[in-house]
């Protein structure tokens, strides 16, 4: 009677555990759906530009010139790579999901503007309202409180076209 009590207690306890188990994973998978998720279908593939003025991609100067612009592999849609045309030139920059005011007509990186300093502020694909937007670095943050600030817009292509 005795081995009977603690073997049906073990059984009990092995239950419950499923039990518990189950409804944590069925808690995941609902928050997973109803919370929104930050994959937005932001800049796929590269990008080409010709930035006709110096400019700061996050943390990095650097100067007029063509680029390639990725998102960078396994960074989950948060880091990008800026890289001149003749590769001499690098920098890797946080992003986060952005939305546009409607879908672009064309491809363009957006820039904040403050005296005669440039700041990557967001990208965007032809046709695509999602895109990236660039986290503010101190620099900029600190440039920002002593200018006003204005916009430039320079359109941007696929690789290849």
């Known amino acids: 009677m005795f081995t009977e009590t ?6 009990g306890r092995k ?4 039990h518990y188990l189950l ?8 928050a997973l759906t109803i919370y929104p998720s930050k994959a ?3 800049i796929v593939g590269d990008l080409e530009v010709n930035i006709p003025f110096q400019f700061h991609a996050g943390n990095a100067k650097l100067p007029a010139g063509q680029y390639r612009i990725r998102m960078l592999d396994d960074s989950d849609l948060t880091v ?3 890289t001149s045309a ?24 957006i820039f904040n503007k403050y005296g005669n300093r440039y700041f990557l502020a967001k ?5 695509n309202p999602n895109g990236s937007q660039v ?6 943050k600190r440039i920002s409180q002593e200018a006003a600030e204005a916009q430039a817009h320079v359109p941007a292509h696929r690789q290849g076209q």
């Open 23 to 30: 409804s944590l994973f069925i808690a995941l998978a609902f």
């Open 40 to 42: 937005h279908a932001q």
């Open 80 to 82: 990008m790579e800026i």
């Open 135 to 140: 986290t503010e670095s101190r620099y900029e």
């Open 6 to 11: 603690i073997g049906n207690s073990y059984a």
């Open 15 to 18: 239950v419950a555990r499923r």
């Open 123 to 127: 990208l965007f694909e032809e046709g």
């Open 86 to 109: 003749d590769g001499s030139t690098s920098a890797l920059f946080q992003v986060q999901a952005a939305d546009a005011n409607s879908t672009p007509a064309k491809s363009e990186l």
